[in-house]
């Protein structure tokens, strides 16, 4: 790892700050790691710049001054750009640094950063989290951990000021795996309170007393106990936004369809999704989906 003599724990970068990146960062932060920053756009970051986070223009930068970098991005191919490019992080990490792919990902992908981290002396961690825009601001996601178990020990600390359920599923990729059984739980469940929400309205119920009902029932689930209220108030202001939803789930159908499953409500609430997309909520909330339903 580069040198860190002088401090008690490891510098940690972070790629990608975003709606969920920011709160991660502040966490870690607090948790006593000196960061170093890069993102797309600095004035997203011009706060936490000012809460003592170092900036740096490149992801080349960033390999150079942490021991452990942590990335955060959109989309598969942004996780190339950012590791494979000329100014990437393969190109510039000192030996024995750690790669932590925070993104939801490919689960190939995730097998070949690993592979090719190992390939310069380093380690790569697919370790994709759930939780949304809350569990990040109170750090506590859901994080699976896929590649070597070992370096999963040695840096868990640092998942550990960023989460509260921390789970190693195996080896690379298994991470990622693990982030598509995730999301296509979610898909059918959000599909779920979308339509019973709406069926307490047609039926002349108030949906906030309805929820009191069902909530802490079998029916009870994240989604609907922390999406549900905002789509009641009309809030659609994203936590995680529509266009990642549709790209999470295109990973899962594509990997299902490798395997030879049949995910048939994954299939039915992306075709949902990609209308709401179409409509001009893609920025939006995935809660927006009750739009459709209206």
């Known amino acids: 790892m580069p ?51 170092c900036w740096h223009d490149q992801p080349a930068e960033v390999a150079k001054h942490a021991d452990v970098v942590m990335t955060m991005l959109g989309y598969p191919h942004d996780v190339e750009d950012v ?20 993104t939801t990902s490919s689960p190939e992908l995730a097998v070949r950063l690993e592979q090719s981290a190992r390939e310069r002396d380093c380690f790569s961690l697919d370790a994709p989290v759930s939780g ?67 069926y307490a309205e047609k039926a002349g119920l108030d ?24 789509m009641i108030a009309g809030d659609f202001e994203p ?9 999470d789930m295109g990973i899962a159908l594509e990997s299902a369809e490798a395997m030879g499953l049949e995910a048939h409500g994954l299939s039915l609430a992306k075709s949902l999704y990609e209308r709401l997309a179409q409509a001009g909520e893609a920025d939006s909330g995935t809660q927006a989906l009750y739009k459709l339903y209206k």
């Not at 490019?85 to 925070?102: R, T, W």
């Not at 999963?152 to 989460?163: D, N, T």
């Not at 690379?172 to 339509?195: F, R, S």
């Not at 079998?218 to 549900?228: M, T």
């Open 132 to 198: 949304g825009d809350i569990g990040a601001r109170e750090a506590k996601l859901s994080i699976m951990v896929g590649g070597s178990e070992e370096v999963f020990q040695r840096i868990r600390p640092i998942f550990e000021a960023i989460g509260t359920n921390i789970v190693y599923q195996g080896p690379a990729g298994a991470g990622q795996h693990t982030k598509m059984c995730n999301q296509i739980a979610i898909a059918a469940n959000m599909l779920g309170v979308c339509e019973a929400l709406r």
């Open 3 to 53: 040198s860190n003599s002088n401090a008690a724990k490891p510098a940690v970068g972070f790629i990608g700050i975003g709606v969920m990146g920011k709160s991660i960062v502040r966490n870690l932060m607090k948790a006593g790691y000196s960061l170093h920053v890069s993102s797309r756009t600095k004035s997203k970051a011009e706060d936490i710049l000012q809460e003592g986070a």
């Open 207 to 230: 949906p906030d007393t309805v929820l009191k009902s069902i909530g802490s029932g079998a029916a009870g689930s994240w989604s609907l106990n922390n999406l549900a209220p905002r």
């Open 239 to 247: 936590g995680f936004y529509v266009k990642h939803f549709i790209k």
């Open 83 to 102: 590791y494979y490019g000329e100014q990437g992080l393969l190109k510039h990490a000192a030996p024995d640094s750690v790669f932590v792919d925070l």
